[in-house]
T-cell receptor
Framework: GAVVSQHPSWVICKSGTSVKIECRSL??????MFWYRQFPKQSLMLMAT?????????EQGVEKDKFLINHASLTLSTLTVTSAHPEDSSFYIC????????????FGNGTRLTVT | GESVGLHLPTLSVQEGDNSIINCAYS??????FIWYKQESGKGPQFIID?????DKRQGQRVTVLLNKTVKHLSLQIAATQPGDSAVYFC??????????FGTGTSLTVIP
């Protein structure tokens, strides 16, 4: 149980275009989803926290107009990288939790974004 | 944010030996801890968790130890196998849903 599906697993796009990444909780309802960015050989950097039906909370330094997050249902959150640039190339990972005391995070398998 | 750090960035062990990965945390209010395994190109995978009212928890070949006095968490892997080679992260949670992750330890198992 507790499967999180992230799609696509990799994407290559041209500079200036937008890319949408989907994160779905397949067998549970995710009250909260998190989006992370990970650079090579580094830890996970939290970008934003999204709760179903409300605006995402962005971490300091993360541009909300560039990284659009939508959490339209209890099983789906999307991250759109708008007007992507090569410096946005990275590994993006989503996670979801059912919420509540001692409820672990379950992660998707990540999306490798390459902007040319 | 809170600092959650790992003592060793890399660890190499011989196949069949036991591995111990350590993690220090700084927030005494943290009440829930998780160890994750991340293989190259994949998302982190849940290994084992422990609540703050416990000091030890065992799973299949893994044991997590929690020492709240010194704010230290460890993951022990018994009879380490090549498939255990990965980066291991500890994560802590206070109240609410936000987790804080350590910097990670890269475990290499030598055949």
């Amino acid at each position: 149980g507790a499967v999180v599906s992230q799609h696509p697993s990799w994407v290559i796009c041209k500079s200036g275009t937008s890319v949408k990444i989907e994160c779905r909780s397949l067998d549970f309802q995710a009250t909260t989803m998190f989006w992370y960015r990970q650079f090579p050989k580094q830890s996970l950097m939290l970008m934003a926290t999204s709760n179903e039906g409300s605006k995402a909370t962005y971490e300091q330094g993360v541009e909300k107009d560039k990284f659009l997050i939508n959490h339209a249902s209890l099983t789906l959150s999307t991250l759109t990288v708008t007007s992507a640039h090569p410096e946005d190339s990275s590994f993006y990972i989503c996670s979801a939790t059912q919420g509540g005391f001692n409820s672990p995070l379950h992660f998707g398998n990540g999306t490798r974004l390459t902007v040319t | 944010g809170e600092s959650v750090g790992l003592h060793l960035p890399t660890l190499s062990v011989q196949e069949g030996d036991n591995s111990i990965i350590n993690c220090a945390y700084s927030n005494s209010a943290s009440d829930y801890f998780i160890w994750y395994k991340q293989e190259s190109g994949k998302g982190p995978q849940f290994i084992i968790d422990i609540r703050s009212n416990m000091d030890k928890r065992q799973g299949q070949r893994v044991t997590v130890l929690l020492n709240k006095t010194v704010k230290h968490l460890s993951l022990q892997i018994a009879a380490t196998q090549p498939g255990d080679s990965a980066v291991y992260f500890c994560a802590e949670k206070e109240t609410g849903n936000q987790f804080y992750f350590g910097t990670g330890t890269s475990l290499t198992v030598i055949p």
